[in-house]
């Protein structure tokens, strides 16, 4: 998010305690569009801080650390937790995009044709990329974004 926004990176890796939150004004078919980028917490002890803001929104995207099984498997639970918290109006049909990060990193443990194959399950976007060589990381957001925008679309449809 902070390699997205603000093209910074730092390697001192601090974990999310309740939500981080970040704006960024992109152009999407035309439309210009500010994304409001929701952190939350990803660790048990502080996650149900994030989960009010899981509401309202038009797309979630689930970024989990290539190098970690682990981080891959929490996804699941992560993707009812949200469609539970956040009560999307048609939870089969909302969007989510799903990140493998740190893919710079030689010591991978989930593989790109698994987690591919996890979101073709589920009807998720999968993309891989890297923050601390910027490789990647556009690329999500802009779909998530554009994904989003059809999602408000959707749903300003249904209610006229």
């Known amino acids: 998010m902070n390699r997205y926004v603000n093209h910074r990176f730092t390697g001192a890796y601090r974990a999310t305690v309740g939500t981080d939150f970040l704006c960024k004004e992109v152009s999407i078919d035309?439309?210009?569009?500010?994304?409001?980028?929701?952190?939350?917490?990803?660790?048990?002890?502080?996650?149900s801080l994030g989960t009010p803001l899981y509401k309202g929104a038009h797309c979630c995207m689930l970024v989990f650390d290539v190098t970690s099984r682990a981080s891959f498997s929490a996804l699941e639970g992560w993707r009812q937790e949200y469609l539970i918290q956040?009560?999307?109006?048609?939870?089969?049909?909302?969007?989510f995009i799903v990140l493998g990060n740190k893919t710079d990193l030689g010591t991978r443990e989930v593989s790109?044709?698994?987690?591919?194959?996890?979101?073709?399950?589920?009807?998720?976007?999968?993309?891989?990329?890297?923050?601390?060589?910027?490789?990647?990381?556009?690329?999500?957001?802009l779909k998530a974004a554009q994904r989003g925008?059809?999602?408000?679309?959707?749903?300003?449809?249904?209610f006229q």
């Open 30 to 47: 035309g439309k210009t569009v500010i994304l409001q980028i929701w952190d939350t917490a990803g660790t048990e002890r502080f996650q």
């Open 86 to 95: 956040g009560d999307p109006q048609d939870p089969f049909d909302f969007p």
């Open 112 to 141: 790109s044709r698994l987690a591919q194959q996890w979101c073709e399950e589920i009807g998720a976007e999968y993309f891989e990329g890297t923050a601390k060589e910027d490789l990647g990381v556009e690329k999500p957001f």
């Open 149 to 158: 925008l059809q999602q408000v679309c959707v749903l300003f449809l249904s």
